[in-house]
């Protein structure tokens, strides 16, 4: 078995591959404050699940935000690891817009799965989960929620600021004049799918195209982000473990190498 562990800003998620890199077991925890602790907690939850011991574990690869503080025989960048994984479960797509906790990433790839192009943005929460999790927060939503009060909304109202603190003043702002929570939800969703467009668009939205990362778990976001592209994007089952996966996959390609 081989093991990747993506340690990302907001949830470290562990995926276990066998031989035939075929998902045997995987866990989602919250990161927290310690990676190494929420790493190992990932591990042992993904270990239990698919009853395994550790010991069956040949090789151990890390990603994500908090990579080099967890127990790992290798490090790989989430860009590289993102693509490995989609690459194996659909190798049509050409351009993956991954949206985590903290950052938003396109990337375009080859038949193989190697990066020809990324963008990114981390320097600023709109654009990412976290501007959501801030706005479902003063909504008083859990952010599970967000996706089905998207689809009852008749008349998304429009957010304007392009930055978080600002859109947080907007919405307190459209929820005092009466608007519908709905209505607000969905313009945010169309906001951030707005940011994530132009981002996106640095490198060309070559089809097919894949969503990735927890952000995707959000149809809401989902249908915004679709429509702005004017396409029908590839969901992934699970999006948020594509990157562990993507990793798992390497630590079994690594592991083989060092064997020759
Ligand atoms: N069921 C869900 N519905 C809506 N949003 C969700 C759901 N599950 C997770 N999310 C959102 O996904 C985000 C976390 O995604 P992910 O695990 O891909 O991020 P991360 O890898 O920790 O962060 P980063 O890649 O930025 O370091 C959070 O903002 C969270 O609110
Ligand atoms: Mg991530």
Redesign the pocket.
């Known amino acids: 078995m081989y093991a990747g562990i993506?340690a990302?800003?907001?949830?470290?998620?562990a995926v276990i591959v066998n031989e035939n890199e075929e998902i045997v077991s995987y866990a989602?925890v919250p990161?927290g404050i310690n990676f190494k602790a929420s790493s190992e907690e990932a591990l042992e939850k993904a270990l239990k699940k698919g009853g395994l011991i550790k010991q069956r574990v040949s090789y151990i690869v890390s990603t994500?935000?908090g990579r080099e503080l967890v127990n790992a025989n290798i490090v790989f960048s989430?860009i590289t690891c993102i693509s490995r994984g989609v690459n194996k479960l659909f190798p049509e797509v050409r351009t993956i817009i991954?949206?985590?906790?903290?950052?938003?990433?396109a990337i375009r790839v080859d038949s193989n799965g190697r990066v020809l192009d990324f963008a990114m943005n981390?320097k600023c929460a709109a654009g990412?989960?976290?501007f959501?999790?801030v706005m479902?927060n003063i909504l008083r939503k859990p952010?599970?929620e967000?996706?089905l009060l998207h689809f009852k909304s008749l008349n998304p109202v429009k957010i304007s600021s392009t930055c978080t603190v600002f859109a947080e003043s907007e919405v307190i702002s459209h929820i005092s004049q009466g608007c519908k929570i709905e209505d607000v939800i969905a313009g945010l969703h169309y906001a951030i799918a707005e940011r994530i467009f132009n981002m996106s668009s640095r490198i060309g939205l070559e089809k097919e195209v894949a969503f990735?990362?927890?952000?995707a778990?959000?149809p809401g976001?989902v249908e915004a982000l679709s429509k702005r592209m004017r396409l029908n994007p590839i969901l992934p089952k699970e999006?948020?473990i594509i990157?562990a996966f993507g990793a798992a996959l390497l630590a079994k390609r690594t592991y083989e190498k060092t064997k020759t």
């Open positions: 993506d990302g800003a907001s949830a470290t998620k989602i990161s994500g935000y989430e991954d949206v985590g906790g903290q950052d938003s990433k981390d990412t989960g976290r959501l999790e479902a952010i599970e967000l996706g990735t990362g927890g952000v778990k959000n976001f999006p948020q990157c």
